[in-house]
């Protein structure tokens, strides 16, 4: 029978946690772990982790690691993970009370689908507004690219992933850099495998100051590397042209930030010559702009 494994990377959220925790407290359906991995926090977390694991309601486990950013909060939960599936549940979000059940029943439908990497759902904010916008139909299987960057579809969605696929690729991690988008994961898996899409809502965000979704472009300036490898996903064929080319300016503008040469970096594009030009040449604007802000 499937089991989830629910990931909760988590920095100084004490404030937040019980209200995550609350939430898998009142799921309808059990079959899943939750780990927490404290990135480094320097509050009372653990005093209140331990108290989570001692109440032995739910399966909780508490895992401590030094400050590195999400993504290495992500690569770290690898050796812990037991279920089949993961989902990635942000310390100041929560589910619905229906979200484990309707997972294991959906996946039950595509679980032996090796093409098949997992499933993406919809998040709600508290008053109820969907993030983003619906998919243009339910239960389709399509891949990332196609639905979300194609369509211009970018609001946050609510990933379940198979957990051998998300062991396969964690996350790259580059010295005095914290921060690299869980985009680049979804863009990555997208050129392989292929996801169900299903227009129900199970998670809901709580967009809090301080938070990732927040911080918004200066993290992204002071993380140039993590946002050169995110950019680099989507600077393929499969790509659009609009988003391909914002994606090769983006390449450049972060290049720009770290004084890097333009032969050391265009190497790494595979596409056209003229693309490739005039997404340098843009860059220089956009790299203008974003100085003032870093």
Not at 180 to 205: D, F, Q, S
Request: charged residues 25%; hydrophobic residues 35%; aromatic residues 16%.
């Amino acid at each position: 029978m499937c089991f989830l494994s629910i990931v909760t990377p988590t920095f100084n959220r004490e404030n937040t946690l019980t209200r995550v925790y609350n939430s898998l407290l009142n799921q309808s359906n059990k079959q899943f772990e939750w780990l927490i991995i404290d990135d480094g926090s320097i509050d009372n977390t653990k005093k209140l982790c331990k108290t989570f694991i001692n109440k032995n309601l739910i399966k909780v486990s508490y895992y401590q690691k030094t400050n590195g950013g999400k993504h290495t909060a992500l690569n770290f939960s690898h050796k812990y993970i037991s279920g089949d599936l993961v989902l990635i549940l942000d310390s100041d979000d929560y589910l619905k009370e229906d979200a484990v059940e309707l997972i294991l029943s959906d996946w039950h439908n595509y679980s032996m689908n090796s093409e098949i990497c997992g499933l993406s759902y919809l998040k709600c904010i508290k008053n109820g507004r969907i993030v983003g916008k619906e998919y243009y139909a339910n239960y389709m299987i399509d891949d990332f690219i196609n639905v979300r960057i194609n369509d211009n579809n970018f609001g946050d969605k609510c990933e379940v992933i198979r957990t051998d696929i998300f062991k396969k690729y964690p996350f790259p991690v580059f010295k005095d850099e914290k921060f690299l988008g869980e985009g680049y994961l979804w863009g990555l898996i997208a050129y392989k495998y292929k996801t169900v899409y299903i227009n129900k809502v199970i998670y809901v965000c709580d967009y809090l100051e301080g938070g990732l979704t927040k911080s918004g472009r200066k993290l992204r300036i002071n993380n140039p590397y993590g946002g050169m490898a995110h950019a680099l996903i989507y600077i393929n064929k499969k790509v659009k042209l609009k988003y391909r080319l914002k994606n090769i300016i983006l390449y450049y503008c972060y290049a720009r930030f770290l004084d890097l040469k333009f032969k050391d970096c265009k190497k790494n594009i595979k596409i056209n010559f003229f693309e490739n030009v005039l997404g340098l040449l843009l860059s220089w604007f956009v790299f203008i702009k974003w100085k003032r802000i870093k």
